[in-house]
Nanobody, 124 residues
Framework: QVQLTETGGGSVETGRSVRLSCVASGRTSALIAMGWFRQAPGREREFVAS????????YYSSSVKGRANTFRDNANNRLDLRIDSLKPDDAAVYYC?????????????????WGQGTQVTVEP
């Protein structure tokens, strides 16, 4: 089992940045990839970003590409996500996810473990 704990989020003004953190615990030796997804009210959960845990470039959705960065800290089993130039459409509950198997890391079904989610509200 892998447990994921997210922190960060809150209410942020349009145009500003938000940084979310996710720390994995438990069977972290099994991690193959970690990622971030988000879900706004009335919408399906959507991919935001992911990265292979042992190396490789991060992968971003088109909705955040150019505005997002991930920060991987293997020693502390931590993955941060920063999104700059926030837009109203970025408002959602953001979920950290971990995969212990191979697959497409822009698909929610590939991930085996999920955090509880953290709310990001974007104010005018």
């Amino acid at each position: 089992q892998v447990q994921l704990t997210e922190t960060g989020g809150g209410s942020v003004e349009t145009g500003r940045s938000v940084r979310l953190s996710c720390v994995a615990s438990g069977r972290t030796s099994a991690l193959i990839a970690m990622g971030w997804f988000r879900q706004a009210p009335g919408r399906e959960r959507e991919f935001v970003a992911s990265i292979r845990w042992t190396g490789g470039a991060p992968y971003y959705s088109s909705s955040v590409k150019g505005r997002a960065n991930t920060f991987r800290d293997n020693a502390n089993n931590r993955l941060d996500l920063r999104i700059d130039s926030l837009k109203p459409d970025d408002a959602a509950v953001y979920y950290c996810a971990a995969a212990v198997r191979f697959g497409n890391y822009d698909v929610a079904g590939t991930f085996d473990y999920w955090g509880q989610g953290t709310q990001v509200t974007v104010e005018p």
